[in-house]
């Protein structure tokens, strides 16, 4: 509801002024809980003192968020389950926040099905943003309707059959979200980019999902460190090899998948989508938080 507080957990029985705050959106969250700690933290007679210490070490807290700080923010409320109310009045939860999120599931181990991210193979090799993301597309092969024709078309079209990624969302109700990287480093380049960017829109899509993937994209700055260089042409390389080698996909069950993908080519793109997918199945990219 648009009654989404940043209040102290403590002295439940009394009312302190500067005890409780209504951030009137995600951005003011920052604004809101700085101002806690500056008028009610340093005072609250409730506050134990362990944990009154541990505030006393948090130097800098107060400064101004500007920039990926500010995106922090306003991406780790996403994930605890906050949204801004359609009404544009205050904040909501979209999801219980007690349960646990996508990202909590990925860094608990709670992998779901995928036939290109294996638990047992690729746990502390890659990135949790970057296994989310893989868990949100199957793979698909290439049909006639993928096929764009015009300028540039040789260079995104391919032989009807080739291997590709689909996005679990929506590619069984259009030709929307369907990916064809020619070599394994264009698939760790640019067509995980064009996923995300594709899953950040996508109205099929989990709101929680949507949130976990953009809160993960600062985790993986430490991650990547933690794994250290060469893990992302490693990790897309072998995702490249279950594709177009292994082939584990092309069992009866993966076949039964991709026939779902309407191999005729009668289906019609979402008109509010058609218009954005011009890139798609291209080699061509940004960079992106697993960079």
């Known amino acids: 509801s648009s009654s989404s507080s940043s209040r102290g957990p403590h002295g439940p029985g009394r009312r302190p002024k500067g005890h409780v705050y209504f951030p009137p959106s995600l951005v ?45 923010w306003i991406d780790s409320s996403r994930e605890l389950g906050l949204a801004e109310s359609p009404d544009g009045i205050g904040l909501r939860f979209y999801r219980d926040p007690l349960a646990p999120s996508p990202a909590d599931d990925i860094a608990e181990g709670r992998w ?28 698909c092969r290439f049909k006639a309707s993928d096929k764009r024709g015009g300028p540039g ?49 996508c109205r099929r899509c989990p709101e929680a999902t949507k949130s976990s993937l953009a809160y993960l994209t600062h985790r ?22 279950r594709l177009h080698h292994e082939r584990r996909w092309t069992s009866a069950e993966g076949e039964a998948g991709d026939a779902g993908d ?14 954005s997918s011009a890139q798609e199945g291209s080699d ?3 960079g992106g938080p697993d960079d």
């Open 153 to 201: 078309s040789r260079g995104r079209d391919r032989a009807v059959g080739f291997p590709g990624l689909a996005c679990i969302h929506c590619a069984r109700k259009n030709n929307y979200g369907r990916y064809f990287p020619v070599a394994a480093k264009s698939l760790a380049d640019n067509a995980a980019n064009s996923v995300m960017a594709h899953l950040s829109n």
């Open 28 to 72: 003011a969250i920052h604004q809101a809980a700085t101002d806690l700690y500056r008028r009610h933290f340093v005072s609250c007679p409730e506050m134990p003192n362990d944990v009154r210490e541990t505030m006393k070490s948090l130097k800098g807290f107060g400064a101004k968020a500007e920039g990926d700080t500010l995106q922090y």
């Open 262 to 275: 309407g191999a005729d080519g009668n289906e019609q793109r979402d008109d509010s989508q058609a218009g």
């Open 220 to 241: 993986a700055q430490l991650q990547k460190a933690e794994i250290g260089g060469g893990w992302k042409r490693t990790f897309y390389k072998k995702v490249w090899d």
């Open 112 to 139: 779901g099905k995928s036939h290109l991210v294996r638990l047992n193979e690729d746990k502390g090799i890659v990135t949790d943003h970057a296994a989310l993301l893989l868990m949100q597309v199957r793979p």
């Open 284 to 286: 061509e990219g940004d």
